[in-house]
């Protein structure tokens, strides 16, 4: 019964954890990002690329990197990854479409791309941080940095960090380089926010392995 309890209460818990973390991601999303219209990296930065250089759709380009990254990630992380990353993608959705009912709630940082970029990094980090500290993710980018941190020697902060600047370098062939640079502010701060999210609490365990929902 007790420890019936107790998995009820953990399961509780970071799933609370899991929502208010993409609360915040897609808040900052809708209210730096979008106003800001700061660059993104990953999967988002690739789909962008395709749309620029070969006229694929980013709805299309999107659903299927990501549906790739979750098959790949759901032989290696198993089944309890998938099940939280839905749950994530739906909170997310959820939470964006009720701050583009409300409307922007922050002013508009377009004329201050730095602080922009600074802000929304922090919006980014601490909101995916605590989404994949929960063993959920919000999309492929999510899931491809959990797989590398897995399988590579990079810890998951160098993982998001390599991915995002490696399609921010290819985005350059088309985007000017004030807003290129301004959205490697935004990835780096993300990228050492998330990972000292995801390994807090965990000291004695290495970096490279994706957080067990269950310490939470």
Same mark, same amino acid.
């Given at each position: ?48 690329? *395709?749309?620029?250089? @070969?006229?694929?759709?980013? /709805?299309?380009?999107?659903?299927? !990197?990501?549906?790739?990254?979750? =098959? %790949? #990630? ?19 959705? *959820?939470?964006?479409? @009720?701050?583009?009912?409300? /409307?922007?709630?922050?002013?508009? !940082?377009?004329?201050?791309?730095? =602080? %922009? #970029? ?99």
């Amino acid at each position: 019964m007790d420890t019936n309890n107790k998995g009820g209460i953990a399961s509780w818990k970071r799933y609370t954890v899991l929502l208010a973390g993409v609360m915040i991601l897609s808040f900052g999303l809708y209210n730096v990002h979008s106003q800001s219209k700061i660059t993104e990296g990953g999967i988002l930065g690739l789909t962008l690329l *395709l749309q620029h250089w @070969l006229h694929i759709s980013p /709805g299309i380009s999107e659903f299927v !990197l990501d549906l790739l990254c979750y =098959l %790949a #990630a759901l032989q290696i992380l198993g089944k309890g990854f998938l099940k939280n990353a839905l749950i994530s993608s739906a909170g997310y959705a *959820l939470f964006y479409s @009720l701050w583009e009912f409300t /409307g922007p709630l922050l002013p508009n !940082l377009s004329g201050r791309p730095l =602080l %922009a #970029a600074i802000l929304g990094g922090t919006f980014v980090g601490v909101g995916v941080g605590l989404v994949v500290r929960s063993g959920g993710a919000t999309g492929g980018d999510d899931a491809l940095a959990l797989i590398l941190s897995r399988k590579t020697p990079l810890t998951l902060s160098k993982a998001y960090l390599f991915t995002d600047v490696v399609v921010l370098l290819l985005s350059a062939t088309y985007i000017p380089l004030i807003n290129i640079g301004c959205s490697l502010v935004t990835v780096t701060i993300s990228s050492v926010l998330i990972g000292r999210i995801q390994t807090a609490w965990r000291p004695r365990i290495s970096q490279s392995a994706p957080a067990d929902p269950a310490d939470i």
